[in-house]
C-alpha cells in the first residue's frame, strides 16, 4: 500500500514540476502576433496638395455649353404688331462642366453626357482664356467625348492604372457648381466597380473625394499629379438634397486612354463582337449562351445555345459583365480562345473577333437611352 502512495505521489509531483516548468504541454497555447514596437512606420503625411494642384491646374479646363430646348409645339404667342400668333422660339440654355487637356494639339476629354444636347461648346482655361471648341468624337457607351480648340495647351500625365490601390489619397479637380476651378481630396474606395448602371462599358474607380454638378469630365489624380481617372458621377441620396454622399465614380485612365486614342486616330470607337448573348450561370461559374448572332464568330465556330463560356483567353468568366468588358478590349482580326462546357464535356474553341454589326450598336445605344 505504501508503495502504491510513493507512485502515486512521485506522479503528482512529476506532474508539477513539468506544468511550471512548461504549461503549454498540459494546456491549448493561444499565440498573438504581435508587433515590432521597435520599428515604427513612417506616418508622414503631406500637409498640402500645392504642388500637386499647380502641377495640374493648367490642364484642368472648364467648358460651357449652349443648349437649345424646344418648346411644345402647341405653344403659341400674340403679335400685336402683326395681329398674328407665332410659335415661341427654342429657348437657350448654358450647361457647365470640365475638360481635361490630352494632347500638345489642344484636344480635350470630357464626359459625353457634359457635350450631349450642346449646339456649341466654349472652353475656358485656368487663365480664364476662352477658346471655341470644336467636337472629335464621341463614345456614348463609356460617356466619352472629345474636343478640341486651336491652342497649345499644358496636357496632363496619364497614371498607371495598375498602380492603384485602395486606399490611396486622390484629388478631384473641375468646377463644382460653377464657382471656379477647385480642388477636393478623398481616396480610393474601390475599383473595378461594374455594376453601377451609367454605362454600357463601366469599370469605375470609387472615391470619396467631393465630386459636385460641374465636376463631370474633370481629372482625377494621385499625389503625384497623374491622372487616374475622369470624374463621371456621384450616388447620392435624397438626404443630401443631390449633393456629394461619399461616393463618387471615375471612369479609369486607361479606359479613357483606350477610348480617345481611337476617336482621335480613327474617329470613332471600335470594338469587338463575339456573335453572342448570354446570362449567369445558375452556380456562379461561367455564363450560360442564351442566342447566338447568325454568322457571327460563335456561330462560325460551332458554338451552340446552351454551352457554359468558362474562361476567355484562359481569364475565368464569372457573369455578363465581365464577358462583355473583355470583349469590348478586343479588335477586329484578333483571335480569342474560348473554353466551353457542353453537358459533361469540356471543349475549346478558337474564335476570330468581328466589328460589331451597325444594327448590334444602335441596340445597345438604343438600351442606354432607354435606362440613361
Do not use: C
Amino acid at each position: 500500500m505504501r508503495e502504491k502512495l510513493n507512485y502515486i505521489l512521485v506522479g503528482i509531483v512529476t506532474a508539477l514540476i513539468i506544468y511550471l516548468v512548461s504549461p503549454s504541454i498540459l494546456s491549448t497555447r493561444v499565440e498573438i502576433v504581435e508587433g515590432d514596437s521597435s520599428v515604427q512606420e513612417s506616418t508622414t503625411v503631406p500637409i498640402s496638395y500645392s504642388t500637386t494642384f499647380n502641377k495640374v491646374k493648367e490642364s484642368v479646363v472648364t467648358i460651357y455649353t449652349q443648349v437649345n430646348i424646344p418648346q411644345r409645339s402647341n405653344t403659341l404667342i400674340f403679335d400685336p404688331e402683326t395681329g398674328q400668333l407665332l410659335r415661341v422660339p427654342a429657348r437657350r440654355a448654358q450647361g457647365q462642366g470640365s475638360g481635361v487637356i490630352v494632347t500638345n494639339s489642344g484636344h480635350i476629354v470630357t464626359n459625353y453626357h457634359v457635350i450631349r444636347s450642346a449646339t456649341a461648346a466654349t472652353v475656358v482655361d485656368f487663365d480664364g482664356t476662352s477658346y471655341v471648341a470644336e467636337l472629335v468624337g464621341i463614345d456614348p457607351e463609356t460617356d466619352l467625348a472629345v474636343l478640341k480648340i486651336n491652342a497649345s495647351l499644358k496636357p496632363i500625365t496619364f497614371g498607371n492604372i495598375l498602380s492603384v490601390d485602395v486606399g490611396d489619397v486622390v484629388l478631384a479637380i473641375g468646377n463644382p457648381l460653377g464657382v471656379g476651378q477647385s480642388i477636393t481630396m478623398g481616396i480610393i474606395s474601390a475599383t473595378g466597380r461594374d455594376r453601377v448602371g451609367l454605362n454600357t462599358y463601366e469599370r469605375f474607380i470609387q472615391t470619396d473625394a467631393a465630386i459636385n454638378s460641374g465636376n463631370s469630365g474633370g481629372a482625377l489624380v494621385n499625389t503625384k499629379g497623374e491622372m487616374v481617372g475622369i470624374n463621371t458621377a456621384i450616388s447620392t441620396s435624397k438626404k443630401s438634397g443631390g449633393g456629394s454622399d461619399g461616393i463618387g465614380w471615375a471612369i479609369p485612365a486607361d479606359m479613357v486612354k483606350n477610348v480617345l486614342t481611337q476617336i482621335i486616330e480613327k474617329g470613332e470607337v471600335t470594338r469587338g463582337f463575339l456573335g453572342l448573348t448570354a446570362v449567369p450561370e445558375f452556380n456562379g461559374r461561367g455564363v450560360l449562351i442564351e442566342s447566338i448572332y447568325k454568322n457571327g464568330p460563335a456561330d462560325i465556330a460551332g458554338i451552340r445555345i446552351g454551352d457554359i463560356v468558362r474562361k476567355i483567353n484562359d481569364v475565368e468568366v464569372y457573369d455578363i459583365k465581365d464577358i462583355q468588358n473583355m470583349v469590348a478590349e478586343f479588335m477586329p482580326e484578333q483571335t480569342v480562345i474560348l473554353e466551353i462546357q457542353r453537358k459533361d464535356k469540356e471543349l475549346k474553341f478558337v474564335l476570330v473577333v468581328t466589328k460589331r454589326p451597325i444594327e448590334w450598336i444602335l441596340f445597345l445605344i438604343i438600351i442606354l437611352f432607354l435606362f440613361s
